[in-house]
Structure formats: C-alpha cells, structure tokens
C-alpha cells in the first residue's frame, strides 16, 4: 500500500537551474512531511519539513511546499550544484515522531 | 559526536537462516527504529522501541523481531530468511521529545539472503 508516492524515478538538471521534485500522499491523516537525501553508501540525512499548518517552508536553497488538498507536496532547489545529485526521499507520518512512510525516492542528477 | 553506529556493514545469509543485526544510536537518542529498504525502493518503518519496548510495528510477520538493551542500543532479529528479505537495513534514533525531524539514521546493514 503506497501511501507516499514519488512518480519521478529520476531528475536530470543543469547546474544552476531549479530542481523540483514531486510526491503525492493519499493518507490524510499525515500532518508531518519531510525530506531525506541519501547518499551512497550512506543513511538518509534529513534536509527539510513542513507541518500540514503551513505551506511553504524555506531553508536556504531549499523551499517545500504543501498543497493539502490536493495532497501534493514539492521540493524547490536554487541553484542547484553539483553536490545536489543524490537520491531524495519524500516521507510522511501522522503525528510528531510516529512511523514514517516513504517513498520510493527520486535520484536528482545536477550537471555542471 | 558519534551518530548512529550499525553492524555489520554487509552479511551473506542461506534461506532459512536466522540473522541479528545491530544498532547503536546517537549519543542522548533514546528511541530506535528499524526500516527495510528494498532495492529500488524507499524505506519500510519495521518497528520502533523506546524504553526497551516494542512502541509500534509497521507490517512486517512475526519473524522480524527486536531488542532494545537498557543502553538505548537496539537488535533487529529475522528469522526462517527468506529470499525476498534481502535489502539494506536502516536503523534510527531519536529522543522522545523530538519530532521525526530529530531522525539520526545509521548507514546501513546490506543483507543478501541466497
């Protein structure tokens, strides 16, 4: 059962450029979304969140946002580098600290 | 300021096997959680243990088990292995005052069941 769906397997963008990648959810009971960068080799690191009160989140180069009803959410890198391109998780839980549900992850790929 | 520390890094299991993985959460984290991540997928929350108990379980059979130790560090038991087991597995920590933001993920064990 995909409750949290990435549809973009992947992503290719020029150095510079924004990045966006998508992620759809279907539970409605989720008030809590994140997103998680992984590089090989390595855990999931957390980049950003945003609670279903809001709408926009920014940090730096990164700026989510969270469209409730139609139960999409987005992620806005600018500029992107190179150093960007890793695989990028969307996840959503119901409620601070309970199991999170993933998707299936988009591999963002930033060309110089 | 050590992270989350998993072992091992990799392991080769036959089917029917039982196999422990390990987990040592970040310093100051007091609640681990244990994911699945199949290859080409995301993460599967497994379950969650705080105060040495099992809080919540996604929906993985019984053959997955866990322990968490009174120094916060945490085992993931499968047992009777199956092929389909094979992925990486995730361990995370967290504090129980903090939101999921507050997630520490190790680097993985990579299990192949043959």
């Known amino acids: 059962d995909q409750q949290v769906k990435q549809n973009s397997p992947s992503l290719s963008v020029q150095e510079g450029r924004i990045s966006i990648l998508n992620c759809d959810y279907t539970?409605?009971?989720?008030?809590?979304f994140l997103w998680y960068k992984k590089y090989p080799a390595e855990g999931p690191t957390f980049l950003i969140s945003i609670s279903s009160i809001k709408d926009k989140n920014e940090d730096g180069r990164f700026t989510v946002f969270l469209n409730k009803s139609a139960k999409h959410l987005s992620l806005h890198i600018v500029p992107s580098q190179p150093g960007d391109s890793a695989v990028y998780f969307c996840?959503?839980?119901?409620?601070?600290?309970?199991?999170?549900?993933f998707g299936a992850g988009t591999r963002l790929t930033v060309k110089p | 300021d050590a992270g989350v520390t998993q072992s091992p890094t990799h392991l080769i299991k036959t089917r029917g096997q039982q196999v422990t993985l390990r987990c040592s959460p970040k310093s100051g984290h007091d609640t681990v959680s244990w994911y699945q991540q199949a290859l080409g997928q995301g993460p599967q929350f497994i379950f969650q243990y705080y105060e040495e108990e099992e809080r919540q379980r996604g929906n993985f059979p019984d053959r997955f088990s866990g322990h968490q130790f009174p120094n916060y560090s945490s085992e993931l038991n499968v047992n009777a292995l199956l092929l389909g087991d094979s992925a990486l597995y995730l361990c995370?920590?967290?504090?129980?005052?903090?939101?999921?933001?507050?997630?520490?993920f190790g680097s993985g064990t990579r299990l192949t069941v043959v």
């Open positions: 996840a959503a839980s119901a409620g601070n600290n309970n199991d999170m549900r």
């Open positions: 995370a920590s967290s504090h129980r005052d903090t939101t999921n933001y507050g997630y520490t």
């Open positions: 539970n409605s009971m989720f008030d809590y």
